[in-house]
């Protein structure tokens, strides 16, 4: 009988560290099975982050490398440029790229570097329990936001829209936004991502996939409440799709014109 | 054929030697005064096919290498003091990760922004490890440009040998001036081994996969880590420790010196020479194991020893530390980008013998 569904190569079948309705699980999966899909796992290198994910080498069944706190892209350049014909993943949160690695993220963007980020977003510092990132909504409560973002009064400025920051960099040519909500959304995330992970291995410039995931231990919510949370809250100021398509087999009206 | 000495300067050599050292990835910044190393690798690295990115700063360019050398490459970075201090986190994170790596601070005054005249301020950062956590770096101390591409040369092949990083501790003085000088042998970087602990062509190496980390939360493991390397830096103790010793044998003051005050100081001592006074140079080429023990040698000889320094005394502490109250140990120096004349060393000197 043909195996229909499995539990991908890519991907160690142990239990994680993440918590109950975390969504670092779903997106580490996607990124396994895209790998899988393309024969790609003997010549995949994730760089991961230092948060929550920085575990990723724990679970992953490849290479890794675990850089500083948000210098992930710095080191990527330098693995990638190296190995032009590896498949690099930059794995990142909000706290590391949008953040501390804010300066990286974009130089690494603007100079095209053909590796992959997968962003992912979770509008709080999760790994150290709960801080205000520069995703955080306003109104959100954090550990350092105790009374909500506030921009004006507090002073703590305003969510950033890291896709749509990048997009004006002409080196970056693909930039997706995902989901990890539901079955839709996480469908359309692997979509995104396997769309990245090709451009990358065409050698095409920098690709990104942001993903929206629930954080709901340091959200303080039952993680079913994340997920409507997540709905309700951050996919209608972080909007879903393709935020930047300019790869070679883009469709015609996203196409770079000639 | 003789062989082709090259008038160079020394930031430039430094390059050269790094480039024939099969360097394969060189990330910079601008800052002076070694601007020229960068700009002769932006020339040279690209034109050989190799990588050259001017980083978004001195900590992305200490972070690309520390990727490129997690590929197992050679990889390199250069700086001055103050965009060195800013490399101190990558630093950390690559003796963390036991990754080779080669770093060159062509150094300026401080502290803070300082002045762009050359220092020898960085002798602490550099000895002390330089940044958070337990670890040592080798530094090497050139004094002339032909030693700087030497020494620069060697660095490569020595990080990968104990796979710690090694930092050249030049100077602006070394970095700016022109000297003849012979470069070594160029390494075909595509003969150099894939490293069995690098990232990359895991099928081809017919091994399982490698996480390149300096993370750990259990205590036990990291002490073990930690315990493991200071075994290394022990065999580095008694294998590297390098130093020049100029007339030291019935020299009654003994100047200790490296790099530019070195030059000085020997300047210094060839006046006294020439006035029948009894001085010689001790040089540690290898600040990093300092040479305590051959400095403790000549202290139980009775020797009194004389650090000269662009600092306000920094290496002084380790030549106290070898001479461990055996002996008198002196001081001088000039600081803030200013270089001792060898009349001031001299008198300095003859002062101490009473002359």
Redesign the interface.
């Known amino acids: 009988m043909e195996l229909a569904y499995g539990h991908p190569k890519s991907l160690k079948s142990i239990q994680t560290k993440y918590c109950p309705g975390c969504g670092h699980g779903v997106i580490h999966r996607l990124i396994a099975e895209v790998i899988d899909e393309m024969g790609l796992q003997t010549k995949s290198i994730i760089t991961n982050p230092v948060g929550c994910s920085i575990w990723a080498d724990l679970y992953f069944d490849f290479d890794s490398v675990q850089p500083a706190h948000g210098r992930t892209p710095a080191a990527a350049t330098g693995v990638k440029r190296m190995l032009p014909d590896h498949l690099v993943i930059c794995y990142q949160g909000d706290g590391d790229l949008a953040a501390i690695g804010t300066a990286e993220i974009i130089h690494a963007a603007n100079r095209g570097e053909k590796f992959t980020v997968i962003f992912v977003n979770n509008a709080i510092y999760g790994m150290t329990g709960g801080q205000m990132a520069p995703t955080t909504l306003i109104g959100q409560h954090a550990t350092t936001a105790p009374e909500g973002r506030d921009p004006i009064n507090a002073g703590m400025g305003y969510p950033i829209r890291v896709s749509e920051m990048l997009a004006t960099l002409e080196g970056t040519r693909y930039l997706a936004r995902g989901a990890v909500n539901n079955p839709v959304n996480v469908r359309k995330t692997k979509q995104y991502i396997r769309k990245a992970f090709e451009a990358q291995m065409r050698g095409e410039g920098f690709t990104m996939v942001e993903i929206l995931s629930q954080c709901p231990t340091n959200w303080q919510m039952k993680p079913l409440e994340s997920v409507s949370w997540l709905e309700q809250n951050m996919i209608t100021f972080y909007q879903l799709g393709e935020i930047k398509n300019t790869l070679s087999d883009a469709p015609a009206s996203q196409a770079p014109k000639a | 054929m003789a062989e082709e000495i090259r008038l160079m300067k020394g930031n430039e050599a430094i390059g050269e030697a790094a480039i024939r050292a099969g360097c394969?990835?060189y990330?910079g910044y601008p800052i002076t005064p070694q601007n020229e190393l960068t700009a002769y690798m932006a020339r040279h690295m690209i034109a050989k096919g190799r990588?050259f990115?001017q980083?978004?700063?001195e900590?992305?360019?200490i972070?690309?290498?520390?990727?490129?050398?997690?590929?197992g490459?050679r990889?390199m970075t250069s700086s001055s003091s103050p965009g060195i201090s800013l490399k101190q986190?990558?630093i950390s994170?690559l003796c963390g990760?036991d990754l080779p790596a080669v770093v060159v601070n062509v150094a300026r005054s401080g502290p803070g922004l300082g002045g762009i005249s050359p220092s020898q301020g960085d002798y602490f950062q550099s000895t002390r490890g330089g940044g958070h956590g337990d670890y040592y770096t080798i530094v090497l101390a050139p004094k002339s440009v032909q030693e700087a591409a030497d020494l620069t040369y060697e660095a490569f092949s020595l990080s990968e040998k104990y796979r710690v990083p090694v930092l050249v501790l030049a100077d602006g003085l070394i970095g700016q001036m022109m000297e003849g000088v012979v470069l070594p042998e160029p390494i075909d970087p595509a003969t150099l081994p894939r490293k069995p602990y690098a990232?990359?062509?895991?099928?081809e190496m017919g091994r399982d996969?490698?996480?390149?980390?300096?993370?750990n939360l259990v205590p036990d493991e990291l002490e073990a880590k930690n315990r493991e390397r200071f075994q290394r830096y022990e065999v580095i103790k008694k294998e590297l420790c390098r130093y020049e010793e100029i007339e030291v044998e019935d020299a009654d003051i003994v100047f200790v010196a490296y790099g530019t005050s070195a030059r000085v100081s020997h300047g210094a001592l060839m006046m006294a020479r020439e006035r029948g006074l009894k001085v010689g140079l001790f040089r540690p080429i290898t600040l990093w194991p300092f040479p305590y023990a051959r400095i403790a040698e000549l202290a139980a000889q009775g020797k009194r020893f004389l650090s000269v320094e662009m600092s306000m005394g920094q290496m002084v502490e380790d030549v106290r530390l070898a001479v461990n109250g055996k002996s008198e140990v002196y001081f001088y120096g000039r600081c803030g980008g200013n270089i001792p004349s060898q009349e001031e060393v001299f008198a300095e000197v003859a002062r101490l013998l009473g002359k």
């Open positions: 394969r990835a990330f990588t990115i980083a978004e700063s900590v992305a360019a972070n690309m290498v520390y990727g490129a050398a997690a590929t490459a990889a986190e990558g994170y990760a990232v990359g062509h895991a099928q996969y490698n996480h390149v980390s300096s993370i």
